[in-house]
Each structure stands twice: as structure tokens, then as C-alpha cells.
DNA sequence: TAACCGTGGAC
DNA sequence: TGTCCAAGGTT
């Protein structure tokens, strides 16, 4: 297939529609790219906007991040959502301090050797920030190939080998055309070509798409919900919740207790853990949880974010 | 490998 | 209204 053509039709499209977001802006830097790259991370790009604003002030270079308390990091995450991304942000930061002098290494297999790295943010940061030729495969890309080429409506449940083959045989051999590429098939599938309801109207490759072709298919499996109402994650995010707009260390028994006065000196933060009425197993086993990953500990004055 | 890990907006 | 989904990583 003619694999230049839709090279430069996607270039082309890209010019008129990418978002000026600001990690792609000009005056970016490879730890601008770094932070955005782990926020964005099963995180819509309008909550990241202004929490990467913010934090890119606070902590300009990896040092000025590694230098912080990692509770610090997890306050500043605010609800944006998996906390852990925070934590290994900050130990991320502490080990470009420690192996690359505090400057974001430019390869890949440095980058994926960091905290809370895998293979896609590894490539993008690669790519996007040091220009580099790498296979990017996240899940707008998927989607986009499994449609343009595989004529599927959604690419399988986990990514596969095949579709990792697949992404590394249309990235064109030019450098910057990999890099171009690259971005341009994830805001394809960001703003045009979507899960739910893509609007193929817009698509400037919808007389090249295998799916449109097979006349819109529908998904050949159901994707799995995520339930949330009464999980553990659910708990956790409650109480990390309080520990976040906590000032002191929170005593273990209000964490299991519903206080008798909330009005007295109890933080309005508490209503949401409270009225989840959750089993005192589950609150024990949520806040011991939150205390082996590292995202709370323990003091005598009670539980805190980690120092 | 599949389960786990937060959060809130869109439809 | 409840379901679906968003630039994944780790175990």
C-alpha cells in the first residue's frame, strides 16, 4: 500500500488541527514533556492542563521535584487520579538526579529504566521531546490502526505483538516524519477518530480507512466496565482524599470511626470517606493498603502523607 | 496475564 | 442515570 500518501495526508490534516498544548509549544523541555507524559496517562488532556501549569511552576527541573517531599508531589497531584503516578513521578525525578545529573536522559532504554515508565511514555518522550524515530503505540493510536488498517472498530483488549509490528511498519523512515507521524495519528484518535462516537465527517483518511470500507462494523467483544461504587479503590481514593487537605497527622481511629461532631473540628473532607459507609475490614484493609505502596504513613500522631 | 490502581465528564 | 472512557504501569 501507498504508505507516503497517508504519511502526508495526516501531516497535512495535523497543520490545521493540532491543540496547542503546551508541551508542544516551542519553549518546552524534555521534563515539560516527562510530567505531561505521566499525567496524561489514562487522564484526559482538559484536568491535566491546569494541574501541569501548575506543578511545571512550582518545579521547574527534575532537582527542583527530587528536592521536595514526595507528599509534597502527592498534594500537588490533586484529582487527577491514580496517586501512585505522583509518587513515581518524584522517585523518577530523584533517579535523573542520581544517574543523569539531573538532566532527562534522550534514550529510550534510559527512560524506560525510570519509576512508573513503561514502554509507551518511553517512546514518546523520545520522540517527542529529543525527536527521536520510535514506535508509539498508545491507545489512540491503536484504535486509529485498527481501524484505518485492520478494519476493526477497536483494536483487541491488551496490546499485542501484531499491533506493535503493525505501528513499527507504517512509521516512516525519516526522523522528523516518524516524529510528525507519531502525534499525528494520536490526535487523529484524540479528536476525530474516537472510541464512542468518531466523526468520520472530519476524517482527512476516511477514503483510505479498511473499516469505513467493511461499512462500520460493530466491536466483535464488549469492553469490560470498570466497577467503582463500593471498591477498595473507591475507599482509598476517599481517604487519600483527606490526607491530601489534612494539615495534621489523622489519628487511625477517625479514619474507622465516624466521628460524633463532624462540626467540631473534624475537616468537611471527611464526609465523603464517611457517607461511603464502607465495613471497617474494608477501611483497614484501604488504608493499610495506601501505607505498603508508600502513598500514606504512619506517625504516633497518626496517619499523614509521606514526608 | 489479567487484575488492580482514581477521577470526573460525556452521553 | 448508569455506563463508558481517558497520551498506562506494575505485579
Not at 493540532?18 to 518546552?28: I, N, S
Not at 502527592?74 to 513515581?88: D, M, Q, S, T, V
Not at 489512540?140 to 491488551?158: K, T
Not at 483527606?242 to 494539615?247: A, D, G, N, T
Request: net charge neutral; hydrophobic share 45%.
Amino acid at each position: 500500500m501507498d504508505t507516503a500518501e497517508l504519511h502526508h495526508s495526516l501531516s497535512d490534516w495535523f497543520d490545521g488541527a493540532a491543540r496547542d498544548l503546551p508541551w508542544r509549544l516551542p519553549g518546552r523541555t524534555p521534563w515539560g514533556v516527562l510530567v505531561s507524559e505521566f499525567m496524561l496517562q489514562q487522564t484526559p488532556v482538559s484536568r491535566v492542563l491546569p494541574v501541569w501549569t501548575e506543578w511545571m511552576k512550582r518545579w521547574p527541573t527534575p532537582p527542583d521535584l527530587a528536592a521536595a517531599p514526595a507528599g509534597d508531589a502527592l498534594r500537588h497531584w490533586g484529582r487527577l487520579g491514580y496517586p501512585r503516578r505522583a509518587l513515581r513521578l518524584h522517585a523518577a525525578a530523584t533517579a535523573v538526579v542520581v544517574r543523569h545529573e539531573g538532566e532527562v536522559p534522550d534514550r529510550y532504554d534510559e527512560l524506560l529504566a525510570l519509576p512508573g515508565v513503561g514502554t509507551y511514555t518511553a517512546a514518546a518522550v523520545a520522540a517527542f521531546a529529543f525527536g527521536r524515530r520510535e514506535t508509539v503505540v498508545d491507545t489512540n493510536i491503536r484504535r486509529v490502526h485498527a481501524r484505518l488498517i485492520g478494519g476493526d472498530a477497536l483494536p483487541a483488549p491488551s496490546l499485542t505483538a501484531a499491533e506493535t509490528r503493525r505501528a513499527t511498519e507504517l512509521l516512516p523512515e525519516d526522523e522528523a516524519a516518524s516524529v510528525r507521524w507519531n502525534v499525528a495519528v494520536m490526535e487523529l484518535g484524540a479528536l476525530v477518530c474516537t472510541a464512542r462516537t468518531p466523526a468520520c465527517a472530519q476524517c482527512p483518511v476516511l477514503d483510505r480507512c479498511a473499516w469505513v470500507a467493511a461499512g462500520r462494523p460493530a466491536p466483535t467483544y464488549v469492553p469490560k466496565g470498570q466497577p467503582w461504587a463500593g471498591t477498595d479503590r473507591q475507599v482509598r481514593g476517599a481517604i487519600m482524599h483527606v490526607l491530601r487537605h489534612s494539615e495534621h497527622p489523622i489519628p487511625r481511629h477517625l479514619v474507622h470511626e465516624r466521628p460524633v461532631d463532624l462540626a467540631h473540628g473534624i475537616s468537611a473532607e471527611f464526609q465523603k470517606l464517611y457517607t461511603l459507609n464502607a465495613p471497617f475490614e474494608q477501611l483497614e484493609r484501604a488504608l493499610n493498603g495506601l501505607l505498603a505502596d508508600g502513598l500514606a504513613e504512619e506517625t504516633v500522631q497518626g496517619v499523614r502523607l509521606p514526608g
